[in-house]
């Protein structure tokens, strides 16, 4: 059985994942699986290529700033106090189109996504607010390995 888990506002297990920091207050080995919870700092012009999940529910809320989602043909500004939930196979895309960072929780239910980019993120402390942009290297190593967890990264072009 799991023990309760805690973590203080500079805790949790901190990387960088394509120029955004992840700051992961639950993962699969906390929850049984159930579901991993990260806060995301997002810095303007941040945030991931269209990609699809096909194993599990991805949930955003936006605590700070505001961020662009694309789902196929559809934009939406999400600011402060939204909230969105990204059922499995469903296309989207979040990107910060704003002048200032932007923080958000990102939740994933079951668990597991967490591993991928335990496997090609950059570590940082736990309490980094920014992360150096993504290097040409960090973004292949993304597209090699996303297919073995499930996620199809959608590149213009591709």
């Not at 700051?23 to 579901?35: C, I, Q, S, V």
């Not at 290529?49 to 196929?72: A, K, N």
């Not at 909230?83 to 239910?109: D, Q, W, Y």
């Amino acid at each position: 059985m799991n023990m309760p888990t805690w973590r203080a506002p500079t805790e949790g297990r901190t990387i960088a994942v394509v120029g955004d920091i992840y700051r992961f207050l639950a993962t699969g080995e906390d929850t049984n699986g159930k579901y991993a919870l990260w806060e995301a700092i997002v810095p303007p012009g941040g945030g991931p290529p269209p990609h699809v999940h096909s194993r599990e529910e991805e949930g955003f809320y936006i605590l700070e700033g505001e961020m662009t989602f694309q789902l196929d043909a559809e934009r939406i500004v999400a600011k402060a106090g939204m909230f969105a939930n990204m059922p499995v196979g469903t296309p989207h895309s979040f990107k910060n189109e704003s002048g200032k960072p932007a923080r958000m929780l990102i939740s994933v239910a079951p668990a597991g996504l967490e591993k991928m980019f335990f496997e090609f993120g950059v570590p940082l402390a736990s309490n980094a607010t920014t992360a150096a942009r993504p290097t040409k290297e960090e973004i292949e190593k993304l597209l090699a390995i996303a297919p073995r967890y499930g996620i199809e990264i959608r590149l213009p072009g591709h």
